[in-house]
């Protein structure tokens, strides 16, 4: 399983960015997919996750701001990040879980700073 993810850069206080990510490879029907990030010297954490069922589970801190969505035709997943706030800034790295199995991406940056 091969994760593409895109969509980080700088962006100010307030403002929006799209993270986009892309699976490929042996994918099961029944999965997870979702985002994590991680800022310097912090752990990786969960910031919004969707089953293939369509549950999704966003992180406290982003509720009403981020919104997560995917496609399971093809395997995507989305997070819009609106109303950007200084500590969102981390790497970001997209999931996918299936047989109990984490996939992950390699990070992209997001930078929040005027």
């Known amino acids: 399983v091969q994760l593409q993810a895109s969509g980080g850069g700088l962006v100010q206080p307030g403002g929006s960015l799209r993270l986009s990510c892309a699976a490929s490879?042996?994918?099961?029907?029944?999965?997870?997919m979702g985002w994590y990030r991680q800022a310097p010297g912090q752990q990786r954490e969960l910031v919004a996750r969707?089953?293939?069922?369509?549950?999704?589970n966003l992180a406290a801190s982003v509720k009403g701001r981020f919104t997560i969505s995917r496609n399971n035709a093809e395997n995507t997943v989305d997070l819009q990040m609106n109303s950007l706030k200084p500590d969102d800034a981390a790497v970001y790295y997209c999931?996918?879980?299936?047989?109990?199995?984490?996939?992950w991406g390699k990070g992209t940056q997001v930078t929040v700073s005027s």
């Open positions: 490879g042996n994918i099961i029907s029944i999965n997870t």
């Open positions: 999931y996918l879980r299936q047989w109990g199995t984490d996939h």
């Open positions: 969707e089953t293939s069922a369509g549950s999704t």
